[in-house]
């Protein structure tokens, strides 16, 4: 009972504002489906399970599998494996690039956007950070993604 009552009450706390950070069981109901700056025309970020995502970096050139870990006031963005690559996707050191340090940090989100700030494939071999500013989605430093209809 008094776990159904603390569920309930995050739940409340939840939909009482509109703009909150990311936690284990809301991160999976409201971040569900797809994420992009501009839902007409970049795919963005699409959420098939709590902890798992797919991610166009780049159309027809980087779209990889991220993993989300909630953190305290935000959620990180980890690289899990590239799913499709293009010529460009290639080039890219892919076998040296780190699964443990993050590529991106999700924040302030609600049920309709987000924060997302893109942080770049962190190559283990020699310590870079690559492909920072090169996504579609990055407009700004921290990109604000919408929630998208499909």
């Known amino acids: 009972m008094k776990s159904l009552s603390f569920k309930l009450l995050t739940t409340i706390f939840a939909v009482s504002f509109s703009t909150h950070t990311l936690s284990g069981t809301d991160q999976a109901e409201v971040l569900y489906g797809r994420w992009s700056p501009d839902c007409n025309s970049i795919q963005g970020l699409k959420v098939v399970s709590s902890g798992t995502a797919e991610l166009d970096v780049n159309s027809n050139q980087i779209y990889i599998e991220v993993r989300l870990s909630a953190e305290k006031n935000h959620t ?62 990055m407009q700004t430093e921290n990109a604000i993604f919408y929630k998208c209809g499909d």
Request: charged content about 25%; proline content about 3%.
């Open 76 to 137: 990180n963005v980890y690289l899990e494996k590239p799913l499709d690559l293009g010529l460009g996707g290639m080039k890219l050191d892919w076998k040296n690039f780190s699964s443990s340090r993050s590529i991106g940090r999700i924040t302030d989100w609600s049920t309709k956007k987000l924060k997302f700030q893109w942080i770049g494939f962190y190559n283990k071999k020699d310590g870079q950070a690559y492909w920072k500013t090169n996504p579609d989605f």
